[in-house]
């Protein structure tokens, strides 16, 4: 009887110790992040009147911009992020903000703000953190035609990071 209760309670053990084990090695596994080279993944977004949405690589290429709105560099950049976006948009490159968790309203009155001539999302997931690894913001990515991340630039953009993206767009057609 003894001998059960022994058996029984070390399988219970050898359990516990396996559910533990999986737990802190989910906790602490790192996604895989994104890098140039690198194919883009349908992202998880939220649109601005609060719907779900999934940015797909378009066929053409595309600049995807990471921000906060409470971001002092990111509001720094976005005025000539816009007045680079229109000239883009005429080259029929898509440009695309995606939001770093805010709420909808706040992003929105941001975009309006700003006069942002292209689409801005919410990442109310993390996936921008999670997969594009966009741990500092403003993040800054071209993909090209094809869905394969081209540049990425992490921090606000200057002028010669500017004419860095234009050369990355070229080339991403």
Sequence with gaps: MRFAYARRLAAGAGLLALAV???VHH??????????GDRIVPLAVTSLEGTNATLVPAGRPQVLNVFATWCPPCRAEMPALAKLASQLQQRGIDVVGIDQQEPVS????????FTVPYPVYVDETNVTHDVLGARIIPTTIVIDSSGVIRWERSGPLDNADMRELMNAVASAG
Aim: hydrophobic share 60%; net charge positive.
């Design 27 to 36: 906790h602490f596994a790192r996604p895989q992040l994104l890098k140039p």
């Design 106 to 113: 706040a992003v929105a009155a941001f975009a309006r703000d």
């Design 21 to 23: 084990a999986v737990a």
